[in-house]
């Protein structure tokens, strides 16, 4: 096998709607009411799928596994078609474009086209990036149910320089 040279076979980052972790994800099936592309987060309107323009969402549109044409320059356009059955990633780690650059472990929030950028302090955050990555290119984010609804503090959380996580062992006692 030979040695991947530079960027010659691929980017180093995901393309947008690729399952960014070997963690378990919760994808969903639904209608797309238009035109949607890979990675973007998605709202339920006339129980459609439609881009969404603001937090909450209801999840982040994953890539199919195939691609509709037939040469490779199909694959840069391709994307969801309004009436097919898509998924929606609602719990997991997705591949999704960016904005503005991004530091791991930014809280994420929407764009109103449905893309993603860091949270700024009051707004409403849909999850955390898991990677850093420059503005107009992608960076995984994790999408958890707890995350919703949630408002951003605007602060990088600082990295543990032990590398050790904590856990409670606190259990509140009912009667």
Request: charged share 20%; proline share 5%.
């Amino acid at each position: 096998m030979p040695l991947p040279i530079g960027q010659l076979y691929q980017k180093k980052e995901l393309g947008n709607g690729t399952i960014g972790s070997l963690k378990n994800y919760s994808v969903y099936t639904v209608t797309a009411g238009a035109d949607v592309n890979y990675g973007i987060a998605v709202a339920i309107q006339d129980e459609k799928a439609v881009v969404a323009t603001k937090a909450p969402i209801y999840g982040i549109t994953i890539k199919r596994d195939y691609a509709i044409g037939h040469s490779y320059d199909d694959i840069e356009n391709d994307h969801w078609l309004q009436g097919e059955k898509i998924g929606v990633l609602r719990q997991g780690s997705v591949s999704v474009p960016i904005t503005e650059d991004v530091d791991r472990l930014d809280q994420a929030t929407v764009n109103a086209d449905g893309t993603f950028r860091p949270a700024k302090s009051g707004e409403q955050v849909v999850g955390r990036f898991l990677t850093a990555g420059d503005a107009n290119s992608t960076a995984i984010v994790d999408v958890n149910l707890t995350d919703m609804g949630t408002v951003g503090d605007g602060v990088t959380p600082a990295p543990n320089p032990t590398g050790t996580t904590t856990t409670s062992t606190d259990k509140k006692e009912t009667k």
